[in-house]
Structure formats: structure tokens, C-alpha cells
């Protein structure tokens, strides 16, 4: 496994047909826990703020990080693709990872869904599932095991597929795959996202209550709040990479 992170940790408007590689100087993070051990706040730990939250709140945080729940939604083949699938469109490729399959699987596990889903798409329970069979079964068609067995050049060629809807055969001719990656990528980025480590990584204050924010000025900062270390625009940095197609 490489110790060389991927990143911008988001799907790219156009999923690239390799791995990007991390900017030039990324710092590695020295305080606290942030995704594969790199961030642009390398001294910033929100969890050091956890004594200024509500009860309630705390709980809930840090209950994201010592307590991950086990797999109970997936069995262990829909498991294996759709980690491999979280690992990439968060690029994820080395530890620490944010665990987004465990906390998706607790929540479709629970049923705790979002209360609403598009006409023509079944249950996102059944979404996830039909997913990951037609994730193995593209892999298939394209010389690999499985999805998860598959390249990283084959699992990316596959996921930018999946994102521009051109999937085709078997699941796909019966599911929208554009449709079901939305689905599927908001359940993946909203779990990231409500990591404490992603907030390391992205330099987020984490819960304002009952504290609040008194410095409300653009580019002002709290204290508290993390200092970023590294300012380089990524989106002109993976263009002028070549890494964004």
C-alpha cells in the first residue's frame, strides 16, 4: 500500500483514469488524526475543542471515533466492493482512514434513511446492494475478479463511468447509474464529512454551540481554530498536473 495519498478527498467532476498524487509539500499532520496522516492545518485537532461542546454533542463526535460499528448491512462480498468503492471516491488509500462504510452500513442497517428517493429508483437500501453487484459484474467484463480485486487504473475507469452514467449490462439496464451513484455519493460524502478527522484535514471549527463564532469577518479566524500551513488552490493544482482527466 503507498504511503502517497490521493486527494482532493471528493469525487472529481471527471473522475481521472489514474491516481493524483498529493501536491508537493503537503504537510503530514502532526496534531491529532486527519486521513492518511496528511492535511493543510497539520497542527489542528478539533477534538481539542470538545470541552467547549454541549453533552449531547460531544457524545455524538466522539462516538464517530471510539465507538465504529461492525458491518451488519452488507454481507462480505457487497463489503469488500463497496470499501473499495468508498476508497476511491474519497481517496482513500492508506491509514488512517474516516471509516465511511461502517457508519453507511449503521445507518442502512437501522433504516435510518433520508426520507425521500427518486421515482424511478428502488429503496436506497436495494440501491447499495444492486450497486455493488453491478460494480463486480463491470469489473468482470473488464478482465478483473471483482471490483475490489480489480487495478486502481480498472476500479478508476469504472467509477468514472459509474459517475457519467454509461454503465451498461446486467443491474444497469434496470438502474440508472448515474442516479445511483447520486445516491450512493450522497451517503459517502455526507459520512465523511461528518468525521472529526475530515474536519482536521479541511480545518473545520467544529460545533459553534454553545460557544458561537464572535470573529465573523472574511479571512478572520477564531483562536482556536486551526492555522493553514499549505495554500495552494487544488483545483488549479490538479489542472496544472494533468491530474483531473
Known sequence: MSDQPRGPHAPPSEPGDRPAA??????????????QGRSRYPDYDVLEQAGHWDEVTRKVVLDRVENVPRIRFFDARQEATMRALCD???????????????????????????????????????VWRLA??????????????TFDRA???VKLEIVAAFH???????????????????????????????????WNE???GGPAYPRGYARLGIGLREAWE?????DVDPV????ERGTDR
Not at 109 to 123: E, N, T
Not at 226 to 230: A, H, I, L, N, Q
Not at 236 to 239: A, I, K, M, N
Open 151 to 153: 487495478s486502481e487504473e
Open 202 to 204: 479541511i480545518g473545520f
Open 22 to 35: 498529493p501536491p508537493p509539500g503537503l504537510p503530514r499532520h502532526r496534531r491529532g488524526t486527519a486521513p
Open 88 to 126: 476511491v471516491v474519497t481517496a482513500q488509500d492508506a491509514e488512517p482512514r474516516v471509516p465511511v462504510l461502517e457508519m453507511v452500513d449503521a445507518k442502512l442497517h437501522a433504516g435510518r434513511l433520508d426520507g425521500f428517493q427518486y421515482a424511478d429508483m428502488p429503496d436506497d437500501r436495494d
Open 226 to 230: 486551526g492555522e493553514e500551513e499549505f
Open 236 to 239: 488549479r493544482d490538479v489542472q
Open 132 to 145: 455493488a453487484k453491478g460494480l463486480d459484474d463491470v469489473a468482470r467484463a473488464r478482465g478483473a475478479e
Open 164 to 198: 457519467k452514467g454509461t454503465l451498461a449490462g446486467g443491474v444497469w439496464d434496470d438502474m440508472p447509474a448515474a442516479k445511483a451513484f447520486s445516491v450512493l455519493m450522497r451517503s459517502v460524502l455526507s459520512t465523511f464529512y461528518s468525521h472529526p478527522w475530515a
